[in-house]
């Protein structure tokens, strides 16, 4: 199992332009989320999925689009990039709700937008 | 609105130190809390997670515990390694697929 995989792990952006950060599991998970991750504030919930079809906002949704048209792949988008949007994102996966909800990340996708 | 604190922020302990790391909640209806690590520009790995069932989970040298009534979790770290160099994080689970996470403890093991 490859497990939760991310592409690209590095990108430079100017800003105004468009990007999809990519995220695919393979463990069958219902749940999958994105994160950013920056210094002295944490990980922060951007958008999460609980199948697919279904998607949600979460702590930090502006700016960025998702959709889950698969059970394996929760793109992440960004429309318009701006320098605020600089940081490192993570994807992460659970199995069912009736499962421990036991989290498993990506390896990260570092994005500076210039 | 449940808060996760890890304290201290950063540590550093000479090796073969048996370490506690901390990390309190202030919801204590939690499901579960994870445990987990993270190296330099690398992702989360999973160590531990112990069910609001268990008192504590154990793998290596690695032990975690929870106290739900007191609102607090520790990692103890026996025999520490120069390479259990890392940050570590907690986070809680409490309802369906909602996580909180500690802002973690940066965690140097000196050779």
């Known amino acids: 199992n490859a497990g939760v995989t991310q592409t690209p792990k590095f990108q430079v952006l100017k800003t105004g332009q468009s990007m999809t950060l990519q995220c695919a599991q393979d463990m069958n998970h219902e749940y999958m989320s994105w994160y950013r991750q920056d210094p002295g504030m944490g990980l922060r919930l951007i958008h999460y999925?609980?199948?697919?079809?279904?998607?949600d906002q979460g702590e930090v949704p502006n700016g960025y689009n998702v959709s889950r048209s698969t059970t394996e792949d929760f793109p992440l988008r960004l429309l318009s990039a701006a320098p605020s949007q600089t940081s490192v994102y993570f994807c992460?996966?659970?199995?069912?709700?009736?499962?421990?909800?036991?989290?498993?990340f990506g390896e990260g996708s570092r994005l500076t937008v210039l | 609105k449940q808060e996760v604190t890890q304290i201290p922020a950063a540590l550093s302990v000479p090796e073969g130190e048996n370490l506690v790391l901390n990390c309190s909640f202030t919801?204590?209806?939690?499901?579960?809390l994870q445990w987990f690590r993270q190296d330099p520009g690398k992702g989360l790995t999973s160590l531990l997670l112990i069910q609001s069932s268990q008192r504590e989970q154990t793998s290596g040298r690695l032990n975690a515990s929870l106290d739900k009534s007191s609102g607090r979790s520790t990692l103890y770290i026996a025999a520490s390694q120069p390479g259990d160099s890392a940050t570590y994080l907690c986070?809680?689970?409490?309802?369906?697929?909602?996580?909180?996470f500690g802002t973690g403890t940066r965690l140097k093991v000196l050779a």
């Open positions: 919801d204590s209806a939690i499901y579960n």
């Open positions: 999925s609980v199948g697919a079809g279904i998607t």
């Open positions: 992460a996966s659970t199995p069912g709700q009736t499962n421990t909800g036991e989290l498993f």
């Open positions: 986070a809680t689970i409490t309802g369906t697929y909602k996580y909180i």
